[in-house]
């Protein structure tokens, strides 16, 4: 301890003695404000006293490390919950595997009445792109489908409470809304010349009024900005884009026909004439929003594990109560109890956990670890926003590390570069 510090505990005990019975005046008067600031130093100095080998990395935060076989060998603040930021991925990738399997494939619905009207019902395909419409299209021209009027999406599959927790309406593709039929993630791929002349910029996506629409403001260059960027309605924005894209794909494939688009659902006297499973499944889903950190990936796999378990419409609420289930068999209650988890991606701040529960949380995940991608040698989940960086994941010799830190200073790389060298317990820094 400091001489500085020791002085402060010494008058501290002195002031507070018990079997003095009461605090002299005097002596209080004399020394107040020392001993206020002695105490407020004494607190300040036990909150980071937790994690004393890296007190000039962790102002507020957690680590923990354990050996191959699990058993903690070194950590602090193993109990208390932070926000997780994007880590809570591998809590959705957990649940999807469980409830769903790695086999699982998307489905999307396609019913014609007899004015030639498509009708789009689907279940979130989050990789329902460019490639996979013009698949579809080569399978409903096989089956004898030379014209489409009408468009509509049926929207009937999904009965959001709202849109994604924590999800702002800035123009980042991250923040795009969700909904049962999603194309392109939701963001336009556009290029604006020095001209203004707005286009698309990908080959395998025509220009859309949407992208001019979007993107009408912005300066030369290339973009991917969300659909719903500013205020919009999600659901009719998320028609319109989907509708403009198959009606452009739609002639580009040589179907004949032009007629209404927006939201209808599928009349009873239409049929069903394609059922189209996405040529991606989970597991590749899953190494996507994993590797690449895709909120909008992994919150149409948090939904879907809620509907494949409860039922239709898919529910946040349905989602919850399935990845739950999932913690509580595979974690245990206790466990379980420590991740509070209110949307599939990291972006909500009400998400909770703590470094215990994550640690525990690899260890059932350790058969896919593969799925992770590699930062400073190590397979590791990271989760960053504002004032959040958290990494989790497996060490080279097999050990599985945390790091949160809901903190200003970014210090996690600095933190994993010191836990990759340790071969042994810190003394005084294992919690039980």
Same mark, same amino acid.
């Given at each position: 301890?400091?001489?500085?510090?020791?002085?402060?505990?010494?008058?501290?005990?002195?002031? !507070?003695?018990?079997?003095?019975?009461?605090?002299?005046?005097?002596? !209080?008067?004399?020394?107040?404000?020392?001993?206020?600031?002695?105490?407020?130093?004494?607190?300040?100095?036990?909150?980071?006293?937790?994690?004393?080998?890296?007190?000039?990395?962790?102002?507020?935060?957690?680590?923990?490390?354990?050996?191959?076989?699990?058993?903690?060998?070194?950590?602090?603040?193993?109990?208390?919950?932070?926000?997780? +930021?994007?880590?809570?991925?591998?809590?959705?990738?957990?649940?999807?595997?469980?409830?769903?399997?790695?086999?699982?494939?998307?489905?999307?619905?396609?019913?014609?009445?007899?004015?030639?009207? !498509?009708?789009?019902?689907?279940?979130?395909?989050?990789?329902?792109?460019?490639?996979?419409?013009?698949?579809?299209?080569?399978?409903?021209?096989?089956?004898?489908?030379?014209?489409?009027?009408?468009?509509?999406?049926?929207?009937?599959?999904?009965?959001?409470?709202?849109?994604?927790?924590?999800?702002?309406?800035?123009?980042?593709?991250?923040?795009?809304?969700?909904?049962?039929?999603?194309?392109?993630?939701?963001?336009?791929?556009?290029?604006?010349?020095?001209?203004?002349?707005?286009?698309?910029?990908?080959?395998?996506?025509?220009?859309?009024?949407?992208?001019?629409?979007?993107?009408?403001?912005?300066?030369?260059?290339?973009?991917?900005?969300?659909?719903?960027?500013?205020?919009?309605?999600?659901?009719?924005?998320?028609?319109?884009?989907?509708?403009?894209?198959?009606?452009?794909?739609?002639?580009?494939?040589?179907?004949?026909?032009?007629?209404?688009?927006?939201?209808?659902?599928?009349?009873?006297?239409?049929?069903?004439?394609?059922?189209?499973?996405?040529?991606?499944?989970?597991?590749?889903?899953?190494?996507?929003?994993?590797?690449?950190?895709?909120?909008?990936?992994?919150?149409?796999?948090?939904?879907?594990?809620? +509907?494949?378990?409860?039922?239709?419409? +898919?529910?946040?609420?349905?989602?919850?109560?399935?990845?739950?289930?999932?913690?509580?068999?595979?974690?245990?209650?206790?466990?379980?109890?420590?991740?509070?988890?209110?949307?599939?991606?990291?972006?909500?701040?009400?998400?909770?956990?703590?470094?215990?529960?994550?640690?525990?949380?690899?260890?059932?995940?350790?058969?896919?670890?593969?799925?992770?991608?590699?930062?400073?040698?190590?397979?590791?989940?990271?989760?960053?926003?504002?004032?959040?960086?958290?990494?989790?994941?497996?060490?080279?010799?097999?050990?599985?590390?945390?790091?949160?830190?809901?903190?200003?200073?970014?210090?996690?790389?600095?933190?994993?570069?010191?836990?990759?060298?340790?071969?042994?317990?810190?003394?005084?820094?294992?919690?039980?």
């Amino acid at each position: 301890m400091k001489p500085a510090c020791a002085a402060c505990r010494r008058l501290v005990d002195r002031l !507070l003695r018990k079997n003095q019975g009461r605090v002299n005046p005097r002596m !209080l008067s004399r020394n107040l404000v020392f001993a206020l600031f002695c105490l407020i130093l004494l607190f300040g100095q036990a909150a980071v006293a937790a994690c004393p080998s890296l007190s000039n990395l962790i102002e507020k935060g957690s680590y923990v490390v354990a050996d191959q076989n699990g058993t903690i060998i070194s950590g602090c603040n193993l109990d208390t919950p932070f926000i997780p +930021a994007s880590i809570i991925k591998l809590s959705t990738a957990l649940a999807g595997f469980s409830v769903l399997g790695p086999d699982y494939r998307f489905t999307t619905f396609f019913y014609l009445d007899d004015q030639e009207n !498509l009708y789009i019902k689907g279940t979130g395909d989050p990789l329902l792109v460019s490639e996979e419409i013009e698949r579809i299209f080569i399978a409903l021209r096989a089956r004898g489908i030379t014209r489409i009027n009408g468009i509509f999406v049926d929207p009937s599959l999904f009965a959001l409470e709202h849109q994604v927790p924590g999800r702002e309406d800035s123009a980042n593709p991250y923040d795009a809304p969700v909904g049962p039929v999603v194309v392109n993630f939701n963001s336009v791929p556009v290029k604006v010349s020095g001209k203004r002349t707005i286009i698309s910029s990908e080959p395998q996506t025509p220009t859309l009024p949407l992208m001019r629409e979007v993107a009408k403001n912005y300066l030369p260059g290339t973009y991917r900005i969300n659909i719903c960027a500013g205020s919009c309605n999600p659901e009719r924005r998320m028609a319109r884009y989907t509708t403009e894209l198959f009606r452009a794909l739609q002639h580009r494939a040589g179907i004949a026909g032009n007629g209404p688009e927006g939201i209808r659902r599928v009349p009873e006297s239409a049929r069903l004439v394609y059922e189209h499973k996405n040529s991606r499944d989970l597991q590749y889903l899953t190494r996507a929003f994993l590797k690449y950190s895709s909120n909008f990936i992994s919150n149409l796999v948090f939904l879907s594990c809620g +509907a494949q378990r409860f039922g239709y419409p +898919a529910t946040w609420d349905k989602a919850r109560r399935a990845v739950r289930e999932v913690l509580v068999r595979q974690l245990g209650e206790k466990t379980a109890a420590a991740i509070h988890q209110v949307e599939g991606a990291g972006l909500s701040r009400e998400n909770r956990v703590t470094a215990r529960a994550m640690l525990d949380l690899l260890e059932v995940f350790r058969p896919h670890a593969d799925l992770l991608r590699k930062r400073m040698g190590v397979l590791t989940k990271s989760g960053s926003m504002k004032g959040i960086y958290n990494y989790a994941g497996y060490l080279r010799d097999g050990r599985t590390y945390v790091i949160m830190l809901n903190q200003q200073q970014n210090t996690r790389r600095a933190i994993l570069a010191r836990l990759k060298k340790r071969r042994y317990p810190v003394t005084g820094e294992v919690q039980r």
